[in-house]
C-alpha cells in the first residue's frame, strides 16, 4: 500500500509549491485562497489559468477543497498532512522564547507535579493553542527518599522525592503521636529499605502487613500514611492549559460551528483515561514529535490537530491542541525544545539519584 505522504511527494513540483503555498496562507490568514492571491502574493511566473488546473488537480486529489461553491481552496486533512511531513527543518525560536522556556526550568529539587504544571502553562502560552502534558509513569519511577518531619500533635509532614524529583508532599494525621525521634526512626528505617525500589511496589508494601517483621506499630502508622499518599498520585493525570484558546480561534474562522466544536473537544479531554488512551495508541510505538491530523480515535476530536512528543524517563508525553490551521512550524519547534528542556531536567536529577545510590 501507497503512504499518503509518498503519494504527495509525486505531485508535480509546481503543484507541490501550490499547495503549500495554500496551506501557510490560510494558516496566517484563515480565508479560502484563491488563483488570483497566489499570483499576487507569491508571483509565480505562470497564467492563472494554469494556477486553476493546478488547483482543480489539488482538489480532485484530496489535497484542497471549497467550502462553499463560489470561494477559494482550503486545505484538507490530507493537505494539512502534506505540509506537515516537508516541514523537515523546524522553524528557529526566536532568542526571547529560548530565555523565557529555559528561565522556567530553574535548576533546583524538582517538583515533579509542579513542574508539570508550568509545563502545560508554557506550551499554552508560547503557541496560543491548548497545552497538555501526561506525566511520566511514577508506577516506573524508584524511590530515592522519603522525608518526615512532625509538625504537630499526631500530624506529620511528608515529602516522597523518586528518582526524578519531589512527586508529592502533604501534611498526614497519625493514630498515635510520635516524638521527633520516633519520626527520624521511622524515616530512617523506610529509606533504609526501600531506597531504590519502584514507587509501585513502595505502595503495595506500605500498604500491607510485612511479613518479615521489619518494621514495628510505630513504622507501621508511617508506612499506611505513604501508601496513602501515594496511592492517589499513581494514577496517571493528564494536565491541560489555555483550553479557551481554542474558542476565540474557532470562532474567527467557523462562527456558525464554533460552540459545538469547541464543545465536542472539552468533553474529549475531560475523559482522562479515554484521552490517555487514545493519543497512545495514535502515537503507537513511534518517539519524538508526531504529529495527529485529525485522526485520533476519540470523539470531539475529529477537526483537530495534536502535536506530541515524548520525553524521558518513564515515557512521559508533552503537546499541544488546535484546529487543523494551527501554525506548524511553531508548534512542532516548541513542543520539540521544551520536551528537550524537561527531560535534560529530570534526566538530571535521575542521574544525581543515582550517584547517592552509588556512593
Known amino acids: 500500500m501507497v ?106 529539587c524538582v517538583d515533579v507535579i509542579e513542574t508539570i504544571r508550568q509545563t502545560a502553562f508554557l506550551l499554552s502560552n508560547l503557541t496560543g493553542y491548548a497545552g497538555f502534558i501526561l506525566p511520566p509513569r511514577l508506577e516506573e519511577a524508584r524511590l530515592d527518599r522519603v522525608m518526615m518531619i512532625r509538625v504537630g500533635n499526631g500530624i506529620m509532614f511528608i515529602a516522597v522525592v523518586c528518582d526524578i524529583g519531589v512527586v508529592e508532599h502533604g501534611l498526614i494525621p497519625l493514630e498515635d503521636d510520635l516524638s521527633p525521634d520516633e519520626v527520624r526512626h521511622v524515616m530512617d528505617t523506610i529509606n533504609e529499605t526501600l531506597r531504590g525500589a519502584a514507587l509501585e511496589e513502595v505502595r503495595a508494601r506500605a500498604g500491607t502487613d510485612s511479613p518479615d517483621g521489619w518494621y514495628e506499630r510505630t513504622t507501621s502508622q ?54 490517555i488512551e487514545a493519543l497512545r495508541a495514535a502515537r503507537g510505538e513511534r518517539r519524538g514529535l508526531v504529529v495527529n491530523i485529525g485522526d485520533i480515535a476519540l470523539p470531539g476530536l475529529e477537526e483537530f490537530s495534536v502535536v506530541s512528543c515524548e520525553f524521558r524517563p518513564h515515557a512521559g508525553v508533552l503537546g499541544v491542541i488546535a484546529p487543523l490551521w494551527m501554525d506548524y512550524g511553531r508548534a512542532l519547534s516548541m513542543t520539540s525544545y521544551i520536551a528537550n528542556r524537561l527531560e535534560t531536567l529530570l534526566v538530571t536529577a535521575s542521574a544525581k539519584a543515582l550517584e547517592r545510590d552509588v556512593v
Open 3 to 108: 503512504s499518503a505522504k509518498q503519494r504527495a511527494s509525486d505531485l508535480p513540483e509546481r503543484q507541490r509549491l501550490i499547495l503549500k503555498e495554500i496551506v501557510d496562507r490560510y494558516i496566517r490568514y484563515r480565508e479560502p485562497v484563491s488563483s488570483r492571491m497566489i499570483l499576487e502574493d507569491y508571483g509565480m511566473p505562470v497564467s492563472s489559468a494554469t494556477v486553476r488546473n493546478d488547483m482543480n488537480d489539488l482538489e480532485a486529489g484530496g489535497y484542497i477543497e471549497k467550502p462553499y461553491s463560489s470561494s477559494g481552496r482550503i486545505p484538507t486533512k490530507k493537505g494539512y498532512r502534506f505540509f506537515v511531513d516537508w516541514l523537515l527543518d523546524l522553524s528557529d525560536l526566536t532568542r526571547q522564547d529560548r530565555l523565557e522556556i529555559v528561565e522556567t526550568y530553574t535548576t533546583r
Open 222 to 275: 508511617a508506612l499506611i500514611a505513604l501508601s496513602r499518599l501515594l496511592g492517589r498520585r499513581m494514577q496517571q493525570r493528564t494536565h491541560f492549559e489555555g483550553l479557551l484558546n481554542l474558542a476565540e480561534s474557532l470562532q474567527e474562522v467557523i462562527s456558525d460551528r464554533a460552540m459545538d466544536r469547541f464543545a465536542g473537544l472539552s468533553r474529549a479531554v475531560q475523559d482522562e483515561g479515554a484521552f
